[in-house]
């Protein structure tokens, strides 16, 4: 599966960005997608996963109530809606494809968010 990445830029603190994740293939609801994201001199990071199926979520700490992950599995397409910006939140976002039949993942370019204060 590929994935490519798009919405990240530049925004102010407080602001909002909506990331989407379109995925080639024709299994794409078998996977479990993610959102990463990896700052300067820092470790990718998990931010947000959705299941397969859509029912089960997960969020990292520092972003829940903030941001919100979805899928469309008719698209194959996720999305990562963004609220309330931090600069904290700056980094390279990642679009992740997880398939538990084959215990491996997929990665996307990324695209950079930048929130300044």
């Known amino acids: 599966v590929q994935l490519a990445e798009s919405g990240g830029g530049l925004v102010r603190a407080g602001s909002s960005l909506r990331l989407s994740c379109v995925a080639s293939g024709r299994t794409f609801s078998i996977y479990t997608m993610g959102w990463y994201r990896q700052a300067p001199g820092k470790q990718r990071e998990l931010v947000a996963v959705v299941s397969n199926g859509g029912g089960n979520l997960d969020y990292a700490d520092s972003v829940k109530g903030r941001f919100t992950i979805s899928r469309d599995n008719v698209k194959n397409t996720i999305f990562l809606q963004m609220n309330n910006l931090r600069p904290e939140d700056t980094a390279v976002y990642y679009c992740?494809?997880?398939?538990?039949?084959?215990?491996?993942?997929?990665w996307g370019q990324g695209t950079q968010v930048t929130v300044s204060s």
């Open positions: 992740n494809a997880y398939s538990a039949s084959f215990q491996r993942h997929y």
